[in-house]
């Protein structure tokens, strides 16, 4: 019988020295300066040559084939070297200049697109959906999906003001932190946790998920000699912070989940500091599987930051040239009282000056 | 394609000109059990306007305490495939730099031992193997960790750290992302595998102030690169910019946040004293301008989503530091030192499930600072306070008393 091998822990990534292209390795530090060479390439050079970058489309959830076709490519076209985006896209990293539009090619033939890179749209960072998680509003992989289908000639051209990042997170938690984007898709939750007291004692700590409610609306009580808890739904807002402790208080609700649409976030400090993305539609409705009220509304955004905005404005730094009283008027969306913030430091966004426009 | 395979609302993803994940996921559907009844389950989502997955559980791998989700369908008994369909998430090389040759030992590991699908990557910055069963995590960790390969973070524990390109290919970095986030890594191990902090804490490092990896938003601690000496400037490459037609004037001079740039004939000016290292002028004529000379970064903590007390963006503590040899584990003893007490004063103070930037609100930036032993600075803030409820410690006393 063979022996297994020894069984190893907390041997922790491999170097990356060994996935570096041999160009990469020789201009190390030493880079000089970038081109863009059209949507979606990029030639970064140094004193020991240049490397050229071919930025490939991905839905983020991929296959083993997918990735084999990105090996296939890699080994034909550059030496088998690739990286991934912290936008979740594909880069093929070239010596030769002459493999960029072959491999181009290849990959239109395979119904993946090349972009992503200066005024553009870039891949959407989302998160799990209803393909894998268990308190989502939305499915994010889905919406990805039909907004890009809409904006994909942003991705493939560089015909914005500036750079457009948008996010799709399918609940509050956030786990794409969609918080600082040009363009936020969040789903939400907008009823109340079910409290399940058949369940619940054998399944949660009654002063854990007590605490876990910001807003206090969670009270132990006794139902039919069991201790469980009742919630105050005039004090619930939806958070899912007590479903992330308690699996007894579920809140998927078919006929209320949806999806929010926030505006204006950025993280770099080019120009101006990061800013958080603000609210724009409190509510659309689920409807897949191709959510139109969403895309119509994203597109609605895009385009009027597309036809409005300065060069070199992101969409944050155009609304507030122009002003939010504006950014209403142009869109078309309703201002309404779920546009005033009353959590913790709501009055930090209320208008304490006369600079207002009539 | 599998005939038994009925998706109407799904294949109406398949169509339109982006990439679909219905089309991609469906090449499995022959083959994996798994892939299949995950699109049945997604169908019936879709049908039904929501999810069916249960809340969790407790599964891994030996000695670990995290790096795997659990994940059971709510549904069994109608989608056995995905009955089990647990998360294994996987240290990312850094940068997310691969070859050929090492992502296909992943995929053919993943072929054997999961669902054959993947999320490249997770937001953390993690590989994501997408879909497994219980008593397959076991030997997936051991194909991996002969490959070279290791879990990544869950729960409440140090994840994965991840970098922008950094050195590897950006003219930008300010300080070597690549090695530190290896180094970081490597060097908190237990941290990573064994959670015991009060509540997760993610690492991310953007080579300059653009912070292609989202740092300041999405990391408890955010290193960004800065330069402090000046602006580096080939007049001859700038003259090339207006020669060829580049409205430097409404582009760059207008957009400068502090107004610290000039335009003489074919010269460029520039206040290195009051700029702010923005980036936008470098970004916009990368040939003419490049960072300084006195690189490294600074230390901003605190950045979350809303969960609980509102999305925070990290803010800084640290305004400069620079490490010797980034190759150098001897070097980093001033940054380990400091990341140390910080860890040290959240755990003895902070409180279960609180990230470290609501711990900060809590109980004070001065607090803070005090307890992890670092100087205020008017760095760290946008001004002073503005209200007079000062806790003062120093009083004097009359003669003879006290």
Known sequence: MATEAKRVTDIGPPHFEKFLHPIIKENYGQWKFHDSLGPGLLSHTGPNGTIYSVRMSSPRLVSSNFLRMVCDLAEKYCDGYFRFTSRNNVEFLLANKDNIDPLVKEINEHGQLVGGTDNSISNIVHTQGWVHCHSSATDASGLVKVVMDELSDYFTEQKLPHKLRIAVACCLNMCGAVHASDIAILGLHRTPPRVDSDTLPNLCEIPTTVASCPNNAIRPTSVEGKTTVKVDEEKCMYCGNCFTVCPAMPLADPLNDGVSIWVGGKISNARTEPMFTKLAIPYLPNNPPRWPEVTDAVKNIVELYAANARPFERVGEWINRIGWERFFDMTGIEFTKYHLDDFRHAGTTYRRSLHNRY | ?402
């Open chain 2, 1 to 402: 394609m599998a005939d038994d395979l009925k998706t109407p609302l799904l294949d109406e993803l398949e169509k339109g000109p982006w990439p679909s994940f219905v089309t991609d996921i469906k090449t499995l559907a022959d083959k994996s059990e798994m892939a299949k009844d995950l699109l049945r389950q997604l169908e019936k989502s879709y049908e039904d306007k929501r999810g069916y997955w249960k809340h969790g559980g407790l599964v891994g791998v030996m000695g670990y305490g995290g790096g795997v989700i659990g994940r059971y369908s709510a549904l069994p008994e109608e989608f056995p495939g995905v009955s089990h369909f647990h998360t294994v998430r996987v240290n990312q090389p850094s940068g997310w730099f691969y070859t050929s040759d090492a992502l296909r030992e992943i995929i053919d590991i993943w072929d054997e031992h999961g669902s054959g699908l993947y999320n490249m990557h997770g937001s953390t910055g993690d590989m994501v193997l997408l879909g497994t069963r219980t008593e397959e995590l076991e030997p997936t960790f051991r194909a991996l960790t002969e490959k070279g390969w290791d879990l990544g973070g869950s729960g409440s524990d140090l994840r994965t750290p991840s970098n922008c390109v950094g050195p590897a290919r950006c003219e930008n970095a300010c300080f070597d992302t690549m090695e530190m986030a290896y180094k970081i890594t490597h060097r908190y191990q237990d941290e990573l595998h064994r959670p015991m902090f009060n509540y997760k804490y993610k690492i991310k490092m953007s080579g300059c102030p653009n912070d292609c990896t989202a740092a300041i938003a999405r990391s408890d601690m955010a290193l960004i690169g800065i330069w402090k000496d000046d602006i580096k400037v080939d007049q001859a490459e700038f003259a090339k910019y207006l020669d060829d037609g580049f409205n430097v004037q409404e582009f760059v001079v207008d957009k400068c946040p502090t107004g610290c740039i000039a335009v003489e004939g074919k010269q460029i000016n520039i206040d290195n004293s009051n700029c702010v290292k923005c980036m936008h002028c470098i970004n916009r004529m990368p040939h003419a301008l490049s960072v300084g000379d006195e690189k490294g970064f600074a230390i901003n903590l605190g950045a979350k989503a809303p969960i609980v007390e509102g999305a925070l963006f990290a803010s800084v503590i640290v305004p400069f530091m620079s490490i010797e040899d980034y190759k150098d584990e001897d070097s980093y003893e001033e940054f380990h030192d400091l990341l140390e007490r910080i860890w040290e004063f959240w755990d003895e103070h902070g409180t279960s499930r609180e990230r470290i930037g609501e711990f900060i609100e809590r109980v004070s930036l001065a607090t803070f600072l005090e307890g992890i032993g670092v100087e205020p600075s008017p760095k760290q803030v946008k001004a002073p306070r503005d209200n007079p409820y000062i806790f003062y410690e120093e009083y004097y006393a009359e003669e003879g008393e006290g």
